[in-house]
């Protein structure tokens, strides 16, 4: 602690903002500062305990405080300000802003005055742009930007704010379709830069200790957020830009997908082959052949070719009585020679000129325009579109090209210029469809696939993806890094297109690596060009037959990972976590993202390359850890070299706890949530505590209405003499038998055969294998606690 205030004493000095600013005045308000200076006021508010937000408002300029990326807003915040004369300090819990009068200067500490962040140049207006300039440490890593491949330290590159596809990228992606203006750093704070207009984000590319956010026009508000810890600062984070809803549970199954069915026989025909060779399926994914024959010319027709589905009704029926939802593509472009631009023009619908007629321009499908989902007729419009492909029976929505893909900056939309509002039109697409279902279908999960949104999409209930993604090896490798990082930006589902995208390599090797890291993803969706398979039925014998396994793992784990998604929906904790979460202060984790955990209990280590025999893999000192399939044990604060086998990537369990599995079945609307197993690798003394969540799988907000869910609290504790068990209802719903819970317990580990097992004191029969130390018995909760005890 003295060596860092000795630090920070001595170069405070040299951290002075514009040597040109002035402080003028102060006043303080209820909800913070507001603070005069020779070219412009500072407005400074307390949002929470944790978070403060920043604007500069230029001499001349009209404060817009509308945000498209926040929620929070400074209501009778807890703080005290203070003036001693030359400084201003206005303190909360876990906040300290010191605001220097001469040289002027802001500066953000923690209560024991250790530098979270400090302006340096502060603003600064250039030739055609705004700048606001930071004061970086030498020793801090820095994340975020969005989705992008560049390695998990993102400091040292210049990145551009404007949501971009990368056709077929690899191990490198410096510009892609998720442009957050969100940097994170190791030391656990993060600041976001409320403005959604283009620019870019300098991470100390200078080499000089700097941050930068650079931007054509708009607001300069940014918020400082700090947490006590990894899980803290991401949940403060959704607390401002908000939380993922719960996704219908049908979309932690698996996806049948393509580019493309091109005809209603074909798609019966796939489900068809999944149902033959019993591969569980939840959803068909339809690409844009379901509105016209050719690629080009026919986008924007947003109805049926009758001519290849002509019974589309029919068809949606058929396939939702087997249990498999339909999920369509759509696109914001209407080209001119599509069936419904003379609609959009007549209702003006579209995007602009300066001269009020409709923009249109050239690209890859034709000559176009866009609807201006800004516009009240634009949003109307649209939805109609969705309203009718709903009650027709669609299941999930498919939004893509909405970077938007070609957007000209002399277009004009009704929130402004498409430089200004360029990054937030997927994000605006996705909240016309969340609120049209909150609207017209308030019983129905909406399905929202976009591969562009910004900071807060995921409160619209936005999936994203990873874009066109190449199918090489080097398509994959960058896969886990892009999805860590988004889920710490907020985003806690951005998966890939399993197996890759872009491109006719046949590698099944490599197929089937992709499949067994997705398991361990948000959503398991394979998808790619016609020229390779994408589809786990259509794959030779044997490979298919290594896929469904994966397939079938993934519906085992349902029980586990839906609970994932609610600790997301309530904490905003992301699925997939990077290994710094369990060791912060390890600087050799804060850059690892080829190995990570999956919620709590599973550390993954995916292989990306060919022909791989071993690898070495990081054990967090947090815990013991144990190979899922070999269930050889591994201690924690350690590397280990691993074999590696063709069935199954790298899998780990952390030691003492109660991982939630259940049966495989053709698709999720055969689940149920009684059917509950367990598997423990118990280790020495210790206990784990963990809250299972249940419910219908389709009820919105589900969690928010104590009739329509269920919460499990479920304990472990072992110590030398026995092992305890216990399973109590926290809340019940009054749906009949919801609260039981029946299946088998395996614990692993066991040296010594029991002397008995007991469930709520009565002998309960079990099997004991001395060879693998395995314990097996068959369990019943039905009550409000079920307490099952191990004696050795």
């Known amino acids: 602690m003295k060596k860092t205030l000795f630090f920070f004493l001595t170069v405070s000095l040299t951290w002075a903002q514009n040597p040109n600013r002035k402080f003028t005045d102060f006043k303080s308000s209820t909800a913070g500062l507001d603070i005069g200076v020779t070219d412009g006021r500072y407005q400074i508010k307390v949002l929470s305990d944790q978070i403060i937000e920043t604007s500069f408002i230029p001499n001349g300029e009209t404060f817009n405080a509308a945000s498209h990326a926040t929620l929070l807003s400074s209501h009778n915040p807890k703080y005290t300000a203070t003036d001693s004369g030359n400084e201003l300090n206005l303190n909360t819990p876990h906040i300290k802003v010191v605001i220097t009068k001469q040289p002027f200067q802001i500066q953000y500490l923690t209560p024991t005055h250790e530098r979270i962040l400090s302006e340096r140049l502060g603003y600064v207006r250039n030739d055609s742009t705004e700048v606001l300039d930071f004061n970086l440490t030498p020793d801090e890593k820095l994340y975020g930007g969005g989705a992008r491949a560049l390695g998990m330290n993102r400091r040292g590159n210049r990145l551009a704010l404007y949501n971009r596809a990368h056709y077929g990228y690899e191990t490198r992606a410096e510009l892609m379709n998720f442009c957050i203006p969100v940097v994170l750093s190791s030391k656990q704070y993060l600041v976001h830069f409320d403005n959604p207009a283009i620019g870019h984000l300098d991470l100390d590319s200078q080499k000089n200790n700097s941050l930068q956010y650079e931007t054509i026009s708009g607001r300069k508000t940014y918020q400082v957020v700090v947490g006590g810890s990894w899980p ?52 068909i994914i339809l690409d844009l052949y379901w509105f016209g024959k050719t690629i080009k010319g026919t986008m924007g027709n947003l109805d049926w070719d009758k001519d290849t589905f002509p019974e589309p009704e029919k068809m949606m029926a058929d396939l939702n009585a087997k249990g498999v939802k339909t999920v369509l593509i759509t696109e914001p472009f209407i080209l001119t020679t599509s069936q419904k631009w003379q609609e959009t023009v007549d209702n003006k619908v579209l995007a602009t000129r300066k001269n009020g007629t409709p923009a249109v321009w050239d690209f890859y499908f ?25 009650s027709q029976g669609m299941g999930g929505i498919w939004g893509d090209l909405g970077e938007p893909e070609v957007f000209p900056s002399g277009v004009m939309t009704a929130a402004g210029k498409a430089d200004e509002v360029h990054n937030i039109y997927g994000h605006r697409w996705a909240q016309l469809i969340a609120e049209g279902y909150q609207n017209d279908f308030p019983k129905q999960r909406p399905f ?49 297109d399993l197996g890759g995208f ?31 398979a994408s589809e786990v039925a259509r794959k030779d014998i044997v490979t298919k037959a290594k896929a469904k396994k ?164 479920a304990s472990l504790n072992t110590d030398d003499k026995k092992i305890v068990l216990t399973f109590s209802q926290n809340e019940t719903t009054s749906a009949p038998n919801i609260s039981e819970k029946k299946g088998t317990i395996t614990v692993y580990n066991v040296t010594l055969k029991p002397k008995k097992v007991t469930q709520n004191g009565l002998a309960i029969p079990f099997q004991w294998e001395a060879k693998t130390k395995k314990l097996t018995f068959l369990y019943q909760h039905n009550q409000s606690k079920t307490s099952i005890t191990i004696v050795r």
């Open 232 to 283: 803290e600062l991401i949940q403060n984070f959704t607390t401002l830009t908000g939380r993922q809803p719960l996704p219908p549970r049908w979309a932690f199954g698996n996806f049948a997908s393509r580019f493309g069915y091109r005809s209603q026989e074909e798609v019966d025909r796939t489900i068809q082959k999944f149902e033959n060779d019993k591969i569980p399926v939840d959803a």
């Open 366 to 390: 034709g000559n176009t325009g866009i609807v201006d989902v800004f516009k009240p007729e634009g949003k109307k419009w649209f939805w109609a579109v969705y309203k009718r492909l709903i």
């Open 448 to 496: 929202i696939l976009m591969r562009a949104g910004y900071s807060g999409s995921q409160r619209f209930g936005m999936i994203p993806w990873s874009g066109d993604v190449n199918r090489t090896w080097g398509g994959l490798q960058s896969q886990m890094e892009i999805a860590l990082q988004m889920g710490i930006q907020g985003l806690g589902y951005m998966h890939s």
């Open 502 to 532: 872009a491109g006719d390599y046949f590698d099944n090797e490599l197929y089937l690596r992709w499949l067994q890291y997705g398991v361990f993803n948000p959503i398991f969706r394979p998808h790619a060009q016609d020229e390779v």
């Open 550 to 713: 994966s397939v079938e793992l993934r519906y085992q784990l349902l029980p586990y990972n839906y609970t994932l998604a609610y600790e997301n929906s309530t904490t905003g904790m992301p699925l997939m976590r990077p290994l710094f979460f369990e060791e912060p202060k390890n600087e050799s984790l804060q850059t690892v993202a080829d190995t990570y955990l999956w919620g709590n209990d599973f550390l993954i280590k995916p292989i990306v390359h060919p022909g791989i025999t071993q690898t070495e893999v990081y054990f967090p000192k947090t815990a013991n850890w144990y190979d899922f399939y070999t269930h050889k044990k591994f201690s924690g604060g350690k590397k280990a070299t691993v074999k590696v086998t063709e069935e199954h990537i790298p899998t780990f369990v952390r030691a003492n706890t109660l991982v939630p599995m259940t049966e495989v079945v053709q698709n999720t609307t055969l689940y149920h949530n009684n059917v509950l197993n367990f598997i423990a690798y118990v280790d020495g003394k210790g206990m784990s505590e963990r809250t299972l969540y249940f419910d219908d799988g389709t009820t919105p907000n589900a969690n928010n209405l104590s009739q329509n869910h269920e919460l499990l609290h």
